[in-house]
């Protein structure tokens, strides 16, 4: 039974893509609201992701992704990973680079706990930044230059209120979301909203911990995937 394995936030404002498995959903959300709508219903990675077909990330599936400029987006699966076009709501992705071990896309995370798989990721709001995560670790990267801004340090130490929550030790997906220096989290059937401050530990909770299908109605039906 999995609830959200990787998200990642599309181009087209307010949707996003969660992943479960090999499957995936498409979905319109409203922070802070509960009238999400699913846009693409569930579906297997290789019918909805051509280019993915017969690769890892078709099955088992996705395990991490993050979004980068127009409609590209990182994708991972175990230690491996690619960049991808997604061509959203269309069936004309393309994989723009890989498939390639982590350690080969991002040479900086070589001999680190990313190295062999990433939990999660979220885009940053400063330049080409994203947070990647693992266990109880973070770090921060420039996907761009391929370098790390940030050194690897324990979530609760750099995201000081997640202290004595579940993220403390580690999260299942993530993304960033189109409304300014916000971010969703998920862990098994839980989610929270935070407001993120990179560099600092001001962020905040925007909202309680609480169940995936109370804030997202949508999903009712759908989680947990077999």
């Not at 959903?25 to 699913?38: A, Q």
């Not at 993220?167 to 300014?180: M, N, Q, T, V």
Request: aromatic share 14%; glycine share 8%; charged share 25%.
């Amino acid at each position: 039974m999995a609830y959200i394995n990787a998200a990642f936030r599309s181009s087209r404002d307010y949707e996003v893509y969660f992943f479960m498995k090999n499957k995936y959903v498409r979905l319109y959300y409203t922070p802070g609201k509960s009238d999400d709508k699913i846009l693409t219903n569930l579906r297997l990675i290789s019918s909805g992701f051509p280019s993915l077909t017969a690769s890892f990330f078709a099955e088992p599936g996705i395990d991490c992704a993050f979004d980068t400029e127009a409609s590209k987006a990182y994708v991972f699966s175990t230690k491996y990973c690619a960049y991808i076009d997604y061509a959203p709501g269309t069936t004309n992705d393309k994989i723009l680079s890989g498939p390639s071990t982590i350690a080969d896309m991002f040479p900086v995370l070589k001999n680190t706990v990313f190295e062999n798989g990433i939990d999660s990721a979220f885009r940053s709001t400063k330049g080409k930044e994203v947070y990647l995560f693992k266990g109880n670790k973070y770090t921060r990267i420039d996907y761009n230059s391929k370098q790390l801004i940030d050194s690897i340090r324990n979530i609760a130490d750099g995201f000081t209120i997640l202290k004595g929550t579940i993220f403390e030790s580690g999260i299942d997906a993530c993304f960033c979301s189109h409304k300014e220096s916000e971010a969703y989290l998920f862990k098994g059937d839980k989610y929270v909203r935070i407001k993120f401050t990179p560099g600092t530990s001001g962020d905040t909770l925007v909202g309680d911990v609480r169940p995936i299908l109370d804030g997202w109605t949508c999903l009712r039906g759908i989680l947990p995937v077999n």
